[in-house]
């Protein structure tokens, strides 16, 4: 099984995910204008995003949603999963989000065999290129 985090942006339109969570309500560090000219590997703005008071509204119940898709598809050999977080652009709010989920869910990077791999994909970073 792999388990794909895919950041994305609402104005490229929505992927084919089997989790779709929303970052929009995250303060959007594209407004600040020392920060916009970055995006979400940054570590200002990383801090920036997770810095945010409605990020710890947020994170926790976006974690349980991933470990417990997670952990469903384990229980009932299922397929590869696709988890994907969009903001507006999908260049700042979603690629911070995209990160902290895969590395705080519960099986990401796991090395025990038997595990599934995990993958991250920014979609809209790979267009920007």
């Not at 990383?46 to 384990?74: A, C, T, Y």
């Given at each position: 099984?792999?388990i794909?985090?895919?950041?994305?942006?609402?104005?490229?339109?929505?992927?084919?995910?089997?989790?779709?969570?929303d970052?929009?309500?995250?303060?959007n560090?594209y407004?600040?204008?020392?920060?916009?000219?970055?995006?979400?590997?940054?570590?200002?703005?990383?801090?920036?995003?997770r810095?945010?008071?409605?990020?710890?509204e947020?994170f926790?119940?976006?974690?349980?949603?991933?470990?417990?898709?997670?952990?469903?598809?384990i229980?009932?050999?299922?397929?590869?999963?696709?988890?994907?977080?969009?903001?507006?652009?999908?260049?700042?709010?979603?690629?911070?989000?995209?990160?902290?989920?895969?590395?705080?869910?519960?099986?990401?990077?796991?090395?025990?065999?038997?595990?599934p791999?995990?993958?991250?994909?920014h979609?809209?970073?790979?267009?920007?290129?």
């Amino acid at each position: 099984m792999i388990i794909k985090f895919l950041s994305f942006g609402y104005r490229h339109g929505e992927p084919e995910a089997d989790l779709i969570i929303d970052a929009r309500k995250l303060k959007n560090p594209y407004g600040v204008e020392a920060l916009k000219k970055f995006n979400g590997l940054n570590d200002d703005v990383q801090h920036f995003v997770r810095h945010d008071p409605r990020w710890s509204e947020w994170f926790p119940p976006s974690l349980k949603m991933v470990n417990g898709l997670i952990q469903h598809n384990i229980d009932n050999d299922m397929k590869d999963i696709t988890i994907a977080v969009g903001c507006v652009g999908g260049l700042h709010r979603s690629v911070v989000a995209v990160l902290a989920l895969a590395k705080n869910s519960e099986w990401a990077w796991s090395p025990r065999k038997g595990y599934p791999e995990t993958v991250i994909h920014h979609r809209e970073l790979q267009r920007a290129k």
